[in-house]
């Protein structure tokens, strides 16, 4: 079961990067928020601190990256110990570039 819901949860949500984030990020008194503008997304991507601008501004200028998003899916799941709804939503999903030898890209 898990090898099923690992390749059928990468199968439903490979193409992440670029669709609306599930969080919104707006201006905090408390951190530092804000927008950076890519050219590896459609459209501004919003940050929620300085490490993850950086993070953003490094994924833009990075040769193999392809595309990036940000908050791109929330996951909930329920624990087995009492039942509670637990939730994560990842900061970056980022498309890398795959590089595949001449012999099998024809396949």
């Not at 919003?46 to 990075?62: G, M, P, Q, V």
């Amino acid at each position: 079961m898990a090898r099923y819901f690992k390749y059928h949860w990468l199968e439903s949500f490979g193409s992440l990067a670029g669709t609306t984030p599930t969080r919104k990020i707006g201006p905090s008194p408390v951190k530092n928020t804000g927008r950076v503008s890519t050219r590896k997304a459609a459209q501004s991507q919003a940050f929620e601190s300085l490490l993850e601008r950086d993070f953003l501004i490094l994924l833009d200028i990075a040769p193999r990256v392809v595309r990036i998003g940000v908050q791109p899916i929330t996951l909930r799941w329920t624990t087995s110990e009492g039942g509670n709804v637990k939730e994560y939503t990842p900061d970056v999903v980022v498309h890398y570039a795959a590089d595949v030898p001449p012999e099998l890209s024809s396949a």
